[in-house]
């Protein structure tokens, strides 16, 4: 495909050189795996080269598998084995394909409690492996611990029947993430509100921490994703730290217990009642960065507080830009948000200053798929099935434009996010997978 250029309005500032990040990421999962859905780092960076850089259902398709049931969760990969979660005659379920596609296992589980928003499913939360074991988890409430090799059932746990129901007023979104020794849920709903933690091999109860906050009505309502990395000793951080968003605060937790570290409020300055998140926050070296009210803001907390931080850490502000659904991504001091509209912007991410910002392919479809940073690439996919792939770091044209090194389709409903690995691009739709690739 030629190569085409997207005028844009460009903005460069000095910004010195990027701080090195503040502590080392996670190192239990190789870069060639994506282990879960936001990728080997937790950024939204994966490792490698040689991607195909533009598709269709007839060009760069290397196969394609029509899924039994519906779902929007981000596939899981580690070595040769892919785990997508999706609904079978009315079961929570799980499937294991190999990296032709070919199905090794399929594992029901409990009963499915189907989604009420269009775009979205009873299985929208994102499996998550360490190469042993695969832990997936549904909107019924149903947390399972699988054998990665055979699928079998290690113990399962269902959150609602064992901690209430579930009061959200749409369909569950959030996915479980592993510290080094717990499986962790973020249930941060309009109460009770929480955090819980798992053995990851025995599903025992490790510890359980309140999270309510006197956020107003769906405001105390969050469809996101916590991060656990590698906690910086040098800034008084645990050995591993959580960081959670949701009723219109940051909170950092000691991934050992739950206990709260510090929090960050003042993200819904107004009292806002309906400023329920669905992005999650994204660490760029020594910053928490958090999108928020719908995409209105983007918040950079830096690390290393204790107590209530808002006052003391709150490092930069944006209230003339943000994102509602997709979770920016981060790399070298710089951080990539996606709007829900389609614009791309480049963020310094020390001071929130803009580096580039330019206009993707629009229609009335909206992107909800997080962007990805691979191979000398972002790519970012678009609701009806449409990617495009940019070319990272920025190259400006003469012309002032951004360059598009491709674009790619696949012509089906798309919320998960791009899978990335070893050259590879899985992309799972509503009712299928597709591995795109060059042959």
């Not at 070298?332 to 709007?339: A, F, H, I, P, S």
């Not at 912007?345 to 992107?367: F, I, Q, S, V």
Request: charged share 20%; aromatic share 8%; proline share 6%.
């Amino acid at each position: 495909m030629r190569q085409r250029y997207i005028p844009f309005r460009v903005s460069l500032f000095s910004v010195g050189i990027w701080a090195l990040l503040g502590c080392l990421l996670p190192t239990c999962a190789s870069a060639d795996n994506w282990p879960n859905w936001r990728g080997p780092s937790l950024d939204g960076t994966a490792a490698g080269s040689g991607y195909a850089v533009s598709w269709s259902p007839t060009e760069g398709i290397l196969w394609r598998v029509a899924l039994p049931g519906l779902g929007a969760s981000t596939p899981a990969v580690w070595g040769e084995r892919i785990v997508v979660t999706c609904a079978i005659e009315g079961k929570d379920a799980a499937i294991c394909l190999d990296r032709t596609g070919k199905q090794l296992w399929r594992r029901d589980l409990g009963v499915e409690k189907p989604g009420k928003h269009k775009k979205a499913t009873g299985c929208n939360p994102s499996p998550v492996t360490d190469g042993k074991y695969v832990w997936v988890y549904y909107k019924s409430g149903e947390l399972a611990c699988l054998d990665l090799a055979e699928g079998s059932v290690v113990w399962k746990s269902n959150l609602q029947e064992q901690f209430g129901e579930d009061t959200l007023w749409w369909d569950l979104g959030t996915s479980p993430v592993l510290s080094m020794r717990a499986v962790i849920v973020a249930v941060m709903q309009s109460g009770p509100s929480y955090l819980v933690a798992f053995d990851r091999a025995t599903g025992a109860v490790l510890w359980k921490q309140s999270r309510m906050m006197d956020a107003p009505e769906e405001a105390a309502q969050s469809y996101s994703t916590p991060v656990v990395i590698p906690g910086d000793i040098t800034k008084g951080e645990p050995a591993e730290i959580l960081f959670a968003l949701g009723a219109d605060h940051v909170t950092a937790h000691d991934a050992a217990t739950g206990q709260e570290v510090w929090r960050a409020g003042g993200l819904n300055p107004t009292g806002h009642k309906f400023f329920r998140s669905i992005a999650s926050p994204v660490v760029a070296g020594d910053f928490v960065i958090a999108p928020y009210a719908r995409g209105q803001t983007i918040t950079a907390i830096r690390r290393g507080g204790k107590g209530n931080v808002t006052e003391s850490h709150v490092a930069w502000v944006r209230t003339d830009l943000g994102t509602d659904v997709p979770t920016p991504a981060a790399q070298d001091g710089r951080v990539v948000v996606c709007t829900d509209k389609g614009s791309i912007e480049c963020l310094a991410a020390a001071t929130g200053k803009t580096l580039w910002r330019g206009d993707l392919p629009k229609n009335r479809n909206a992107y909800s798929a997080s962007p990805v940073i691979v191979g000398g690439t972002i790519i970012v996919t678009r609701e009806d099935g449409e990617s495009s792939v940019l070319e990272w770091p920025l190259a400006i044209a003469d012309n002032g434009a951004f360059k598009v090194l491709g674009e790619g389709t696949v012509g089906e409903m798309t919320v998960a996010t791009p899978v990335c690995v070893d050259g590879r691009i899985f992309l799972r739709t509503h009712d299928s997978l597709w591995c795109i690739g060059k042959k």
